[in-house]
């Protein structure tokens, strides 16, 4: 009896000491959010509106064929900024890449500091053929109808480049000089993935020998009810993109005659396979950007929630199993396996004598080409398939803590004060890639509110952002120009 007494009183008073430290770490938990400083810039909306409703109208569309653009109007569009914003183009230096692509250079007080480089595209995907009357205003008429700016580009990603524009105007107007240099850089064919655009610009500056402190793009925005526990909206900077790149998985062999099948089919190996790589899944581990969203999400969340989350080298396989439930949120924690094309057969009562797949694959930042092609190979364990890889891996990691950062989330939380700023993985790609090798951190984030409708509209249907999301990206980017100039040297 007494043993027993002894054995219960130990474990109580380590579960004693289990609930202290766990329930102290949930409320050491600090908020990473800086205090907003309300911003109290000035706009003069109805022109500023008035040039973005223009802007749109240019049909500056990239496609696949390169031959299909339509030059003369990126030549118009390019003639439109000239006259839209006199005293960007009289003070800054406008350098053209490729005749298309734009970097304008803003001298600043101390040219020996790290620039700031701004970017974004003013190419738009073309309205999807037979959708054009979907559209409940013309894609390309700009219409300002009821608070709203319709047609393609008001999300993606004209947006950036009239906000930008509008920022960089305004603080002209004021006299305003930066601390350091910035560069607002415009590509001209994001869309079809910036080769002669966004990497030449990069290539160009860094043969000049720029680094560049941070280069912001567009990317992450701000969002609601993303995460459960988290009820303030939510302002997501992609600090990284996945890697994206395609498997084939083939196979070749006797076919024959339907009526006497070999247990073993060309089409049965190949579904196997894939049946196979989807019951094994790739590893998942809550690390990278991951882990650090939710280091910036749980300061903010319900006490509940907080508890987990402080706790996270108890809880990390409570979490994860959270996580892996929806789509969105499995994604950020494993490369993700996507069959997408399979081929196989030709006649109802013949064998195919060839069956492929191809699966689409989301590479975590850390996962190699290499290591991913070793994982299907180990994983359908069956030789006479060959499995052929192409694409390419995750980018670097940005700093979710260097004042840069922090600068974007000053800047943030002062136009939208409620809002928590926090870092994440970026699964489509962006212009901000081709800037890796030129910046010391790149980031990804659009600083407008965004809902999951307008995610379906933006290479979609009725593609629009309210005047107030307009308004409040310029005052983002006026503010972050202005918080720039107390930046010093990363740490
Ligand atoms: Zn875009």
Do not use: C
């Not at 990284?240 to 024959?256: C, F, R, V, Y």
């Amino acid at each position: 009896m007494k043993k027993i007494k002894k054995v219960a009183l130990i474990f109580g008073a380590i579960f004693l000491l289990f609930l202290i430290v766990t329930v102290y770490n949930a409320f050491a938990v600090k908020s990473k959010q800086p205090e907003p400083v309300t911003t109290t810039i000035q706009i003069n909306e109805e022109e500023a509106v008035a040039r973005f409703s223009e802007a749109i109208t240019y049909q500056t569309i990239s496609y696949q064929d390169r031959t299909k653009f339509d030059l003369p109007e990126f030549d118009r569009f390019i003639a439109f900024l000239e006259g839209s914003y006199p005293l960007v183009h009289e003070q800054l230096e406008l350098e053209k890449i490729n005749g298309y692509s734009l970097i304008y250079k803003w001298s600043g007080k101390d040219s020996s500091k790290n620039p700031i480089g701004l970017t974004s595209h003013y190419d738009v995907v073309p309205v999807l053929e037979g959708t054009e009357d979907n559209w409940e205003q013309d894609p390309f008429s700009g219409i300002v109808a009821d608070g709203i700016i319709w047609g393609r580009g008001t999300l993606d990603d004209k947006i950036g480049v009239i906000s930008i524009l509008e920022a960089v105007e305004h603080l002209l107007s004021q006299g305003y000089t930066p601390e350091q240099d910035m560069y607002f850089m415009f590509g001209h064919d994001e869309e079809i993935g910036g080769d002669e655009g966004a990497r030449v610009i990069a290539e160009t500056l860094k043969e000049r020998g720029i680094t560049f402190e941070f280069v912001m793009d567009e990317g992450g925005a701000i969002v609601e009810n993303m995460v459960p526990g988290v009820s303030q909206p939510v302002g997501v900077v992609g600090i990284s993109e996945k890697g994206s790149a395609t498997a084939e998985l083939s196979i070749e062999g006797s076919g024959g005659h339907s009526s006497q099948p070999k247990s073993s089919t060309n089409i049965g190996r190949i579904a196997s396979a894939i049946a196979e790589l989807e019951a094994t899944q790739f590893k998942h581990d809550l690390k990278g950007p991951g882990k650090d969203l939710f280091e910036f999400l749980a300061p903010e969340m319900s006490f509940g929630m907080k508890y987990i989350f402080a706790n996270q080298f108890i809880f990390e396989p409570v979490i994860e199993n959270i996580l892996l439930k929806q789509p969105a949120t499995a994604a950020l924690i494993r490369t993700t396996i996507a069959p997408t094309i399979f081929h196989a057969g030709e006649q109802y009562n013949a064998l195919p004598e060839k069956a492929s797949a191809i699966i689409n694959l989301r590479l975590m930042p850390g996962d190699s080409l290499e290591e991913v092609k070793e994982f299907i190979e180990e994983t359908i364990d069956d030789e006479a398939i060959t499995v052929k890889l192409d694409g390419s891996e995750a980018t670097n990691v940005s700093s979710p803590h260097s004042k840069s950062f922090q600068t974007i989330q000053q800047a943030a939380r002062n136009v939208y004060e409620e809002v928590v700023i926090a870092p994440y993985l970026m699964f489509a790609g962006s212009d901000a890639k081709h800037y890796e090798s030129v910046s010391m951190n790149t980031y990804r984030f659009l600083p407008v509110q965004i809902t999951s409708d307008d995610l379906q509209r933006m290479h979609g249907t009725n593609e629009q952002i309210s005047v107030e999301n307009y308004i409040n990206a310029i005052k983002f980017f006026t503010e972050l120009i202005m918080a720039s100039d107390k930046l010093e040297a990363t740490d």
